[in-house]
């Protein structure tokens, strides 16, 4: 039973520290706005996965146009993640009245999650065949592999976020300038790979 604690473990350090657009997202909010910024975006993967993790459970085994599905999801979540690297390239200088601001990190993350093919290919292929095997061991089991799973994947999340608040101070001016740049030129790259995925899911390369 305490092999799936492990495994959720393992696989949720893996995702937290892969790099993709929710953790660059996480960085450029952190950076725009504050560490409470990135730490609601860092919140996202427990708030549109759990839809995900109860479908790929309960059609897995009979979805015939999964690639189709796929293919469409990481098209539209390229056009947003284009759209906020477009924007990261715009970026001029921090915040600074906080209290007024409304960064909306939340559903930025949301959407960003939403969108991205990786949460479903990774349950409907990795999470959900070991999810079914932890239930036919007790009711604990399979608690215990997505508990860890995304304690690990949210907490990696907000140590990122608290770690680029602490060197917020640091990066203001001219470099806050060149990190938005490069990290909307991450995002264009992150944007360029999900459109190449979709258009290999729908068969068109």
């Given at each position: 039973?305490?092999?799936y604690l492990?495994m959720g473990?393992?696989?949720?350090l893996?995702?937290?520290?892969?790099?993709?657009?929710?953790s660059?997202?996480?960085i450029?909010?952190t950076l725009?706005?504050?560490a409470?910024?990135g730490?609601?975006v860092?919140?996202a993967?427990i708030i549109?996965?759990?839809p995900?993790?109860?479908l790929?459970?309960?059609?897995?085994?009979n979805?015939s146009?999964?690639?189709?599905?796929?293919?469409?999801?990481s098209?539209?979540g390229g056009s947003?993640?284009?759209?906020m690297?477009?924007?990261?390239f715009?970026?001029?200088e921090?915040?600074v009245?906080l209290e007024?601001s409304?960064?909306?990190?939340?559903?930025?993350g949301?959407l960003?999650n939403a969108?991205?093919?990786h949460?479903?290919?990774f349950?409907?292929s990795?999470?959900a065949?070991m999810?079914?095997?932890?239930?036919?061991v007790?009711?604990?089991?399979?608690?215990?592999?997505?508990?860890?799973f995304?304690?690990?994947?949210v907490g990696v999340k907000?140590?990122?976020a608290?770690?680029t608040?602490?060197s917020k101070?640091?990066l203001?001016?001219?470099r806050?300038r060149?990190?938005?740049r490069v990290?909307?030129?991450?995002?264009v790259?992150?944007?360029?790979?999900?459109?190449?995925?979709?258009?290999?899911?729908?068969g068109v390369?």
């Amino acid at each position: 039973m305490f092999n799936y604690l492990a495994m959720g473990l393992v696989l949720g350090l893996s995702a937290g520290f892969t790099p993709g657009p929710l953790s660059t997202l996480i960085i450029t909010e952190t950076l725009q706005y504050n560490a409470k910024s990135g730490m609601k975006v860092a919140l996202a993967p427990i708030i549109v996965d759990f839809p995900i993790i109860i479908l790929s459970v309960l059609i897995l085994q009979n979805l015939s146009n999964f690639d189709i599905i796929m293919g469409v999801i990481s098209m539209v979540g390229g056009s947003v993640v284009l759209g906020m690297g477009y924007k990261s390239f715009l970026a001029k200088e921090i915040a600074v009245n906080l209290e007024k601001s409304n960064p909306k990190s939340l559903s930025k993350g949301v959407l960003v999650n939403a969108l991205s093919p990786h949460p479903y290919i990774f349950w409907f292929s990795v999470g959900a065949p070991m999810l079914t095997k932890a239930m036919d061991v007790n009711n604990v089991a399979p608690a215990l592999f997505v508990g860890s799973f995304y304690l690990m994947l949210v907490g990696v999340k907000m140590m990122l976020a608290l770690l680029t608040g602490k060197s917020k101070g640091y990066l203001t001016g001219k470099r806050y300038r060149v990190i938005m740049r490069v990290l909307g030129l991450v995002l264009v790259l992150f944007a360029i790979m999900l459109f190449k995925e979709g258009l290999e899911l729908l068969g068109v390369v």
